[in-house]
């Protein structure tokens, strides 16, 4: 019914950049409010930022801060994350989440969004 697939993720170096793409199939993308999260060998899942289904407010984890910009395409159906400034501690599998704006009361909670994305592996060497 609603599809998402994460794409971009790889192996670089610390201080490398990278791009992550979402794309939205199944729903009215523009309805939807965006996040991405990610998880760490033997970590629980962790927020790493949100954009609103307008696009207009982004929220951002505080390590990841400065460093990750979320835009989304609506015209596309794509969301992204761009991840510049890469370290080892980035290194994760990075899952995009959705969930209609309206549903949403904090989010950072993964509980907030009901669909995921498989995941894309981003590995960050030192």
């Known amino acids: 019914q609603v599809r998402l697939e994460e794409s971009g993720g790889g192996l670089v170096q610390a201080g490398d950049s990278l791009k992550l793409s979402c794309v939205v199939s199944?729903?009215?993308?523009?309805?939807?409010?965006m996040a991405w999260f990610r998880q760490a060998p033997g970590k629980e899942r962790e927020y790493v930022g949100a954009?609103?289904?307008?696009?207009?407010?982004?929220f951002y984890a505080d390590s990841v801060r400065g460093r990750f910009t979320i835009s989304r395409d609506n015209a596309e159906n794509t969301v992204h994350l761009q991840m510049n400034s890469l370290n080892t501690e980035d290194t994760a599998v990075y899952y995009c989440?959705?969930?209609?704006?309206?549903?949403?009361?904090?989010?950072?909670?993964?509980?907030?969004?009901?669909?995921w994305g498989q995941g894309t592996q981003v590995t960050v060497s030192s």
């Open positions: 199944g729903r009215t993308f523009s309805t939807l409010a």
């Open positions: 954009i609103s289904w307008s696009g207009t407010n982004t």
């Open positions: 989440a959705a969930e209609p704006e309206t549903a949403v009361r904090y989010y950072a909670d993964a509980e907030e969004y009901e669909y």
